[in-house]
């Protein structure tokens, strides 16, 4: 069966005390619930730079906890002052990526040719990518998001090969969704993931659709994350806000131990 992930993206926060204390908080809650997580579910997380050696040491060898970039470059190496590239992740102890989140899209232009270079070169390295896609609201309003994500799928994602794809992890993320507290109702996350997956599945059969985990990212609380992950086609999330405090982010886990 697919994997069942929740992953923290720490975007542009917490200072190293802030990041090693928030690590351990996180692994004691996890210690303290008593219990191992079920197979095929895990944590991702995925801190700034600077924090991904400790954060990946911190969770080596604890079940069901792995460690992740937020970004890769599009090269391999060379002369890129203030990039990180996919090898340097791997090297560091990480085994995900986050590739084309929206903040990426819209703050550095990040088109859907960049994000196949940086799909590549994770893979190429062993990194799991977690590939992010999603409408805006005014495409929302226009009705548009289905087309929207499908075209970002298509132009970034379906020139993998059926086996390179199979290793891809998919985030749906509205962005009207992220950072605003409007999470996306259950309805409409199951009804995009259910879109999501029926256009893989058109596109590499139903054996690959049904192995890609296809997370939902956007204002996901301990509140509202059960009601979410209890659609058929969403396998977890996606967390920005919630994954900066242990216990919303360690309750938003559990609740997809019950799943
Ligand atoms: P929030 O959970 O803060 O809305 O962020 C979602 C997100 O962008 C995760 O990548």
Redesign the pocket.
């Known amino acids: 069966m697919r994997k069942q992930i929740t992953?923290?993206?720490w975007?542009m926060h917490l200072t190293k005390d802030e990041a090693i204390d928030l690590v351990f908080q996180i692994k004691n809650a996890v210690k303290d619930s008593g219990k191992r997580p079920p197979e095929g579910v895990e944590m991702i997380l995925?801190p700034p730079f600077p924090w991904l050696p400790m954060v990946s040491q911190a969770v080596h060898n604890v079940p069901g906890m792995h460690a992740g970039a937020?970004n890769c470059a599009h090269e391999e190496q060379g002369a890129l002052t203030g990039e990180v590239s996919a090898d340097m992740i791997a090297s560091a102890g990480a085994q995900y990526v986050?590739i084309g989140?929206?903040?990426r899209r819209q703050h550095f232009q990040e088109s859907h040719d960049r994000l196949k270079e940086k799909t590549a070169l994770a893979l190429k390295y062993n990194l799991t990518p977690i590939f992010?896609c999603g409408e805006n609201l005014k495409e929302r309003n226009a009705g548009e998001e289905n087309r929207v994500v499908e075209k970002q799928l298509t132009d970034s994602l379906f020139s993998l090969s059926k086996e390179e794809f199979s290793r891809v992890i998919i985030?749906y993320?509205p962005v009207w969704?992220?950072?605003?507290?409007k999470?996306a109702t259950p309805e409409q996350a199951g009804q995009m993931h259910a879109f999501i997956r029926e256009t893989i599945e058109n596109h590499y059969g139903n054996n690959i659709a049904r192995q890609v985990s296809l997370l939902y990212?956007?204002?996901?609380?301990p509140g509202n994350a059960k009601a979410l992950f209890s659609q058929q086609h969403v396998d977890g999330?996606?967390?920005?806000?919630?994954?900066l405090n242990a216990k919303d982010f360690t309750e938003i886990y559990f609740s997809l131990w019950e799943k």
Do not use: M, V, Y
């Open positions: 992953a923290g993206n975007k995925i937020q986050i989140h929206s903040e992010c985030a993320e969704a992220i950072g605003t507290g999470t990212g956007g204002s996901c609380k999330g996606l967390i920005g806000g919630a994954s």
